[in-house]
Every structure is written in C-alpha cells, then in structure tokens.
C-alpha cells in the first residue's frame, strides 16, 4: 500500500505548547483515528500539515510531495472538514459553494447537487442558520465534491447527536467504498473508532504516544481484572493504568502473555477510550 | 485567473449588503461638497472625498467580515494560495476605485448642482493617495490584524476631511506649485500608482504568508 501522507519531524513552537517531533505516515484505502483529549495537538497537528500554521522544522509529503511549493496541485486532491467549518457564515449554501468551487479543478457539480439533496440542504439557506449537525453535513457536501483522494477532518463528530454522527459515519464508509480513498480523522470521541479505523494515533501533549493498526492494538492490550494478592512489585510493571480497590484491581495492559502467565486475573478486550487513558495517564505521570 | 476572479466575487459576497448604502454616498458627497464648498480645485477635493469614503466603508467591511468569519482558513485549505487572496484584495480595491469614478461621473453628469466631471490627472492624483494610503494600510492590516489597523484607520479617516482643504488651500496659494504638480503627474502618475501598489501587494503576501491562521 502507498503511503498517502507522511510527516517526518514535525515541530511547532507556540511558547507555551509545543508540537515535538511529530512522525506518522497514513497509507492508501486506510481510515485514521487520530485520538487525544481536548487540548493534546489534533487540530495543531491538523493544521501544521495543511499549512494554516506554519511549521519550526519537518517535512509533510502528501501522496510523495513535499506540500511546500506544491500545494495548488496537491489540495486538489484532498478535501477539509474543519473544526467548526470556518465558513463564512452570512452567506448562504449556494453563495459558499460559488466561493470554493471554482478552486478545485476536478468540482463535480451533480456530485455536490448530490450530496446536497440527500442531506436535505436549501441552497439560499444562510450557513449562519445551520445546525451543527447541518453545517458538518455541508462541509462534507464541499469536502467530497472535488473527487478527494484524502479526505482530512478535525473533529468531525464533536457536538453532535449520535444519530447523526452514525450517520457520518456511513458517509465515511461509503467514501471508502471507492479505490484509494483515505481518510484521516481526528476525534476525541473514541466510540466512533470503534467501528470504522483500521490505524490508530494517539497523541498527548504535542507527543505522539503510538500509531498501530487498531486491530493489533486491541489483540495486544487487555483490561485485567482481579485480586489484589495477585498484585506485586514486578506484576505492577505489567500495567499501564492501575486502579486498586479494597476488594481488586483493574488495569489495562500491553503485556498481556505476560500477565495471563504470571496472574490468575480475569482478561478482557478494552475498548481504545481505555487505552487511550491509560497511555495519557502514563504520560503524565 | 478564473480562481482570482472567485476571490474578488468573494469579496463582493461579504460586501453585498453595504453596497447600496455606499452608493448613496457616492452620489451624496460630491453633491454636499458642490454646495457647501467653494473651491478652484477643479473638483479634485470632493472626488478624493468621494473615493476615501467608499473605499474605507467597503474595505473595513471587508476586513470585519474576514475577521469574524476567519473563512482565509478554509480557503487555504484549497487550491487557493495565500498570495491570490492577498491579489484578490488589492483588485478588489481598484474594482471598488473604478466603480466610484463611474458613480461620481454619473452624478457629475445628471447633477442639477455643477460638479466638475474628474479629469485624467484628478482620477490619477486621486488614485496615487489611494494607492499610497492602503498600499501603508493593508500590509499593516496582515502584520497587525483587524482590531489594531482599525483604530488607525478611523483616527485617519478623521483627520483627513479636517488636514486636506488645508493642505489644498496651502498649494492653491502657491498657484505655480501646484500647477507644476499636476503636469508632472500626467507622465508619472500611473506607473508611480502601479508601482507602489506591486510593492505593498509583494509585502502584504510575504506577511501573510508567514502567519498563522
């Protein structure tokens, strides 16, 4: 599989939040979870690679080339979805869409008046009206209609109702559907990833904890569960996470052969919102 | 050239409720210049009037708006490169100057008052303060942001009505001078104009380009 972005060294210095050496690479028909709390450098990290914010050092190549001095041609084959959408919003649907289309040299305009349809949107309504709900599904609508190869989203489901965030969620799987679609999707809500990533990124305070597929990741943590006499000196270094009670213990683990070789404790899949934890919480430890 | 062109449509776009009201402007100063002033300047003072206003209600419009909306984000975020939004701004500026001339010609035309139609050189002196005035402005705008350039803006555009009858008056006194002036700007004028514009739009996009957005 091609790689379809790669950053390499990554660095931004904004005084008091820095962004240290950020290195990932995304590959071709895959989706991306890129996970963290509110505050650990998604949308930094988002926004570097877009070159809204400008970089200290590192490299982002999109499908092989530097973004740098190829970025006219290399945005024609991604679509954004911002945080928050940074529309214009006194204008309305059709007026936005006047502004954007004509940037993009592949715009399908009966793909768009597609999208717009089955949304339900009225092209003379003002952004400014549009649920958030709405606004996502229109960003989407402007987002896919150029024919993206990459399709990037800052918290796409954030603030939204769980009806329509299953419904984003269909439209990401139906994108995938095509040959060679990629998606690369930061979010805090982890439930999501749950049922659409196959690789998973979590970053925590401007650092990149790990990039697994999230598979290999499930099958290689576990939530443990048992007595507390099963717990030593060298047991303990087993877990990332450890909560003890007067009765037991649970935590989550990377070495779980380890763990079912050495304890008689009960070993259950996590969900990635427990890995998640208990890596940020290791990390700020 | 078509992307430029959505850029300066763009512009409009965020302007469109403003523009009626300014162009009761252009056809209300020159005429309130025409019977409350009586100067020899050829019409030159209530032209520049005219032109100073309009660009400043539309173009401080503009900046609000960008400024609310940050939407420079998303639009970078296309094909659409820093340096065309910065182009954008400065053509729509010219469009805004081009649109006023044709107004105050046409007031100048139908007026029952007399007002001078503006000359070649009046629309070129008129066009250099212009040029000279946002080609200091703009630059500041990227480098400063909305809020800051704005006060600058408003202590200039107060001072302005009070300093140029002044400064107007000064080189009528000196007839020769001022003469002198304007058949010097009839050779010089225009590429002085392009000139100083190139730069400020070479600084402004060379600002732009480094900051975040």
């Known amino acids: 599989m091609n790689n379809v972005l790669e950053v390499t060294g990554l660095n931004k210095d904004f005084g008091g939040f820095k962004l240290k050496d950020i290195s990932f690479t995304l590959q071709e028909g895959c989706i991306t979870g890129f996970i963290g709390i509110n505050g650990a450098g998604k949308t930094t990290t988002i926004k570097t690679i877009l070159g809204l914010i400008l970089k200290n050092s590192g490299c982002v190549k999109l499908f092989g080339q530097e973004i740098t001095g190829n970025d006219e041609a290399l945005k024609n084959r991604i679509g954004v979805v911002l945080d928050d959408g940074y529309f214009y919003d006194e204008l309305t649907i059709e007026e936005m869409r006047r502004v954007i289309a004509p940037a993009f040299k592949n715009w399908d305009e009966a793909e768009y008046r597609r999208y717009i349809s089955r949304f339900g949107l009225n092209p003379r309504q003002k952004i400014a009206t549009l649920s958030k709900g709405m606004r996502m599904k229109y960003a989407i609508s402007l987002a896919l209609s150029h024919h993206a190869d990459l399709l990037i989203m800052d918290e796409p489901t954030s603030g939204l109702d769980p009806l329509i965030r299953n419904e984003l969620l269909d439209i990401l799987l139906e994108f995938m559907q095509q040959e060679g679609k990629t998606v690369f999707f930061s979010t805090h809500i982890t439930s999501d990833l749950d049922k659409i990533a196959d690789t998973l990124i979590l970053i925590d305070k401007g650092d990149i904890l790990f990039s697994k597929e999230k598979d290999a990741l499930l099958d290689t943590h576990g939530l443990v569960k048992g007595d507390k006499k099963d717990l030593n000196e060298g047991t303990r270094r087993l877990f990332l996470r450890l909560r003890e009670t007067e009765y037991g213990f649970e935590g989550i683990t990377n070495e779980k052969a380890a763990v079912k070789a050495q304890m008689k404790a009960l070993v259950e899949r996590p969900t990635i919102e427990e890995i998640m934890l208990a890596y940020i919480g290791g990390n700020r430890r | ?213």
């Open chain 2, 1 to 213: 050239m078509k992307m430029l062109l959505s850029l300066i449509k763009k512009d409009l776009l965020l302007v469109k409720r403003y523009i009626p009201i300014t162009a009761v402007f252009a056809v209300a100063i020159p005429l309130f210049v025409a019977t409350r002033i009586d100067i020899a300047d050829g019409g030159f003072l209530s032209f520049f009037l005219t032109v100073v206003y309009v660009q400043f209600l539309l173009i401080s419009s503009l900046s609000m708006k960008e400024y609310k909306y940050r939407g420079g984000a998303l639009l970078c975020t296309t094909p659409y490169t820093r340096s065309m939004t910065v182009k954008a701004k400065y053509l729509f500026l010219l469009m805004i100057f081009i649109g006023t001339t044709l107004i105050y010609t046409a007031t100048a035309t139908f007026s029952p008052v007399e007002i001078p139609l503006p000359s070649i050189s009046t629309i070129g002196i008129a066009l250099l303060l212009i040029t000279i005035i946002y080609g200091i402005y703009i630059p500041l705008e990227y480098r400063l942001g909305y809020d800051r350039a704005r006060y600058m803006t408003s202590i200039l555009i107060f001072v302005i009505p009070f300093v140029l009858p002044l400064i107007l008056r000064w080189m009528q006194a000196g007839n020769a001078k001022f003469n002198f002036s304007l058949s010097i700007s009839n050779g010089l004028i225009y590429p002085l104009i392009v000139v100083i514009g190139l730069l400020s739009m070479k600084i402004s996009t060379s600002i732009y380009c480094r900051k975040d957005l």
